[in-house]
Nanobody, 118 residues
C-alpha cells in the first residue's frame, strides 16, 4: 500500500541541525512532487518546503528560507529535509506529504516530532 514514513526528528539546541527523512513505498516515487509540512501546538499545519518530481524545482516558506533545504533521492524513494540554524519556533510535528494530483490522492506520513530547546 502507499506509505510515507518519516524519521530523524528529536531534540536539538537552538542553532543546531537535524535531518529528516521520508521513505516512500507503494507508488512510483519519481512521478510525484513532494512536500514537508509542520504543525506546532495550537497552530494550523503549514507548508515548509516542496520539491518537484525531478528535484529541479523547490519552493520555500518564508519562515525557513535560507535555513532549511529539501532534497530527494528518487533511486531510494526518499525525500529529505535538512534543517540548520534551528530556532525554538521551529518546534513542531513535521509531516511528509505527497500532494493530490491527477495521478492520485494526497498521502500523509505519521509525522515526526522536532523540538528545539536549550
Amino acid at each position: 500500500q502507499v506509505q510515507l514514513v518519516e524519521s530523524g526528528g528529536g531534540l536539538a539546541q537552538p542553532g543546531g541541525s537535524l535531518r529528516l527523512s521520508c521513505a516512500a513505498s507503494g507508488f512510483t516515487f519519481s512521478n510525484y512532487a513532494m512536500n514537508w509540512y509542520r504543525q506546532a501546538p495550537g497552530k494550523e499545519r503549514e507548508l515548509v518546503e516542496g520539491i518537484s518530481s525531478s528535484g529541479g524545482s523547490r519552493n520555500y516558506g518564508d519562515p525557513v528560507k535560507g535555513r532549511f533545504t529539501i532534497s530527494r533521492d528518487n533511486a531510494k524513494s526518499t525525500v529529505y529535509l535538512q534543517m540548520n540554524s534551528l530556532k525554538p519556533e521551529d518546534t513542531a510535528v513535521y509531516y511528509c506529504n505527497r500532494p493530490q494530483s491527477w495521478r492520485g490522492a494526497g498521502v500523509w506520513g505519521q509525522g515526526t516530532q522536532v523540538t528545539v530547546s536549550s
